[in-house]
């Protein structure tokens, strides 16, 4: 897979949205952003746009903690609209819970790739773009 | 068959006593059986001893008075209970039948007795009293135990009671002590991570406007960060409060109160408040947690009412097995709690997009309810409404 074009990010925390958002246009790991604050709004524009291939994130980073629909729930509707997605879309799951039964959890969802415990640091997100390949 | 019966044979070897006496008593015949039961030779009775010489003083005085008597009116007597006197002087007990023997005239020529010894049935009869006193003491002392038995049951009971109270406790502050990590690790590490992006960009960073902005946004990670600990402080403290002091309180003082300080809200809302706290009008409470209780399920009522109805919200009380519950019923906009509910009273949650909602109120509200030993428990539908059923405690 090449940079991605577009990626999205689910996240109540402006903070996080702020950082991570600096990251990505600081090392040029895509074109554009997507700020969703929580799940529900992030289903909203992908429904919205499910035709659209170049408006559905190449990358989402995903809180599993969020309020109004969190990260577990919003890949329950994900899911129901994945085929209808023309594209593949590597999800990554960023928590803060060191929960193990969370990260077994995402272990065995298909539609999450990665499961990333918070503080995400620079180098962790320049290796989840390096090795981009290996997630598809 | 020719059957030579021995009648003089039976008579003396029967099992009963015979004997022929006088009208005056004087014994002038009797069996071999009678002889053997009161051990005399023939001699020394036929003709010599008088009946009333086999008996005692009272013995003598009851043959008189109610025998004779008897005897004299209807020319029989049945079953007539004696002690009947040994040549040695040792006594044993007789039932005696007598039928007085009349000449064709009437005149009374003789009577004729029969002595059963029932020195055997008397030790039966003995035996008898002895094993049902025996078995009345057993009964006794089995009501007893079993009066014994019910107390230590009882007393099993309580301990029962107890231990599953302590195990409740332990449960409630087990699972306080689990939300506390969680909190702590959730809702400190994100806003903590955040600080240490914002301090990198801001070494890294030489632009001075960018400098200030990124200052900014440590401003609104302190301040989420203060919040945060406040909250926990206050959640911790209430959990240290395990004997805080209960009040006697009377429910429709603290709803007036709550109503007071909701006042504004209320007008602005024109939400309809009824009670009925008919069935449990007081109870022992911390006063303050009451307040906070009532105040934090009525704000929220208000706050999450439908824009399409009148907000009617009801407050009541009962008593279900021995606990006290408090409802708070609203006909608000109720919660998805298929999708919900396993977050509904954790910190920082909210399932609407309303600019008061932070997610504290119910969190608080549930350590309180907690802390007291009480639990508490919501049932909603989307679009139609949304109760609480707040257990407080047991009786």
Redesign the interface.
């Known amino acids: 897979m090449n940079k991605p074009l577009l990626i999205g990010i689910i996240d109540d925390?402006?903070?996080?949205q702020?950082?991570l958002t600096?990251i990505i246009s600081r090392y040029k790991l895509a074109n554009k952003t997507l700020s969703f604050f929580d799940g529900e709004k992030a289903i909203e524009y992908l429904t919205d746009n499910i035709s659209i291939e170049e408006n559905i994130p190449d990358v989402i980073f995903l809180d599993n903690?969020m309020?109004?629909?969190?990260g577990w729930?919003f890949i329950e509707e994900y899911a129901k609209m994945e085929t209808k997605i023309k594209k593949k879309v590597l999800i990554f799951m960023v928590s803060?819970?060191?929960?193990p039964n969370d990260i077994e959890r995402a272990n065995k969802t298909n539609q999450i790739s990665d499961y990333f415990i918070?503080?995400?640091s620079?180098d962790d997100i320049n290796g989840v773009f390096d090795n981009l390949e290996k997630y598809i | 068959m020719n059957y030579n019966i021995d009648y003089k044979e039976l008579y003396n070897t029967s099992p009963y006593g015979y004997f022929c006496s006088l009208p005056d008593g004087t014994i002038i015949d009797s069996n071999k059986r009678f002889l053997e039961f009161t051990n005399y030779k023939r001699k020394e009775v036929i003709n010599i001893k008088k009946v009333t010489d086999f008996l005692s003083i009272g013995g003598k005085i009851y043959f008189q008075t109610i025998y004779s008597q008897k005897l004299n009116l209807t020319g029989t007597v049945e079953e007539i209970n004696f002690d009947f006197i040994k040549k040695d002087g040792t006594k044993f007990p007789v039932l005696i039948n007598s039928v007085e023997i009349k000449s064709k005239e009437g005149h009374h020529i003789f009577t004729q007795s029969t002595v059963f010894n029932i020195s055997q049935r008397k030790k039966y009869e003995t035996e008898l009293l002895i094993a049902k006193k025996k078995s009345e003491e057993l009964s006794n002392e089995l009501t007893l135990r079993n009066k014994e038995l019910q107390i230590g049951s009882e007393l099993i009971l309580q301990q029962k009671l107890q231990l599953e109270k302590f195990n409740q406790e332990l449960e409630n502050k087990n699972k306080q002590l689990s939300n506390f990590t969680?909190i702590a690790?959730?809702n400190l590490?994100?806003?903590?991570?955040?600080l240490?992006?914002?301090m990198?960009?801001y070494n890294e960073s030489t632009d001075i406007d960018d400098k200030a902005m990124l200052f900014t946004?440590f401003e609104?990670?302190i301040g989420?960060l203060t919040e945060t600990l406040n909250e926990l402080i206050a959640s911790v403290k209430i959990q240290m409060d395990v004997n805080i002091k209960h009040d006697p309180v009377i429910f429709d003082v603290i709803l007036s109160k709550t109503m007071g300080i909701l006042e504004g809200k209320i007008l602005e809302s024109s939400a309809v408040i009824t009670s009925n706290f008919a069935e449990v009008p007081n109870i022992e409470y911390p006063k303050l947690y009451l307040e906070s209780i009532i105040l934090n399920l009525l704000s929220n009522s208000i706050r999450y009412r439908s824009p399409n109805r009148i907000a009617k919200i009801h407050l009541s009380t009962e008593i279900n097995n021995n606990e006290i519950t408090l409802i708070v019923t609203d006909n608000g906009l109720g919660i998805d709690l298929k999708?919900h509910r396993h977050?509904l009273f954790k910190l920082?949650?909210?399932?609407?997009?309303h600019p008061d909602?932070k997610?504290v109120g119910l969190f608080m509200t549930k350590i309180q309810i907690e802390t007291i030993g009480g639990s508490i428990d919501v049932e909603s539908e989307v679009e139609k409404g949304t109760t609480f059923k707040v257990m407080l405690r047991k009786i």
Not at chain 2, 189 to 194: G, K
């Open positions: 925390d402006e903070i996080y702020f950082t600096r903690n309020p109004i629909m969190d729930q803060s819970s060191v929960d918070k503080p995400v620079i | 969680h690790s959730h590490r994100a806003p903590v991570s955040n240490n992006s914002l990198d960009f946004k609104i990670v989420h999708k977050r920082n949650n909210t399932f609407h997009r909602s997610g």
